[in-house]
């Protein structure tokens, strides 16, 4: 009988702030993202704050836009989305939804 290869494999620390994630990328890639970040803050409306998230994560909702260019989104619509509301009112349409109002 074979000896069973181990499975495990050393993963790289991931990266814990947004600069350390954008160091990370590939020249191409990180300007990709970096047109959608300020794309995404022309946008949205004050008090929102962006930060690093791996693993579980809050279900607050569907909100992960899949491209390989900015090109490639309906922009448009995207930004309608992005500006339609506030923190405090996303929170409270959550907290209604979630039956915790």
């Given at each position: 009988?074979?000896?069973?290869?181990?499975?495990?494999?050393?993963?790289?620390?991931?990266?814990?702030?947004?600069?350390?994630?954008?160091?990370?990328?590939?020249?191409?890639?990180?300007?990709?993202?970096?047109?959608?970040?300020?794309?995404?803050?022309?946008?949205?409306?004050?008090?929102?704050?962006?930060?690093?998230?791996w693993g579980v994560r809050v279900d607050m909702?569907?909100?992960?836009?899949?491209?390989?260019?900015?090109?490639?989104?309906?922009?448009?619509?995207?930004?309608?989305?992005?500006?339609?509301?506030?923190?405090?009112?996303?929170?409270?349409?959550?907290k209604r939804v979630k039956g915790l109002a």
């Amino acid at each position: 009988m074979a000896a069973r290869k181990s499975r495990t494999r050393t993963k790289a620390a991931r990266p814990t702030t947004v600069a350390a994630y954008l160091a990370s990328l590939t020249p191409e890639k990180r300007t990709v993202i970096e047109e959608a970040r300020a794309f995404v803050h022309r946008h949205m409306p004050k008090g929102y704050a962006e930060f690093m998230s791996w693993g579980v994560r809050v279900d607050m909702g569907k909100c992960c836009l899949h491209f390989k260019e900015l090109g490639d989104l309906e922009r448009i619509s995207v930004a309608k989305v992005i500006a339609m509301s506030t923190p405090k009112e996303y929170l409270a349409y959550y907290k209604r939804v979630k039956g915790l109002a």
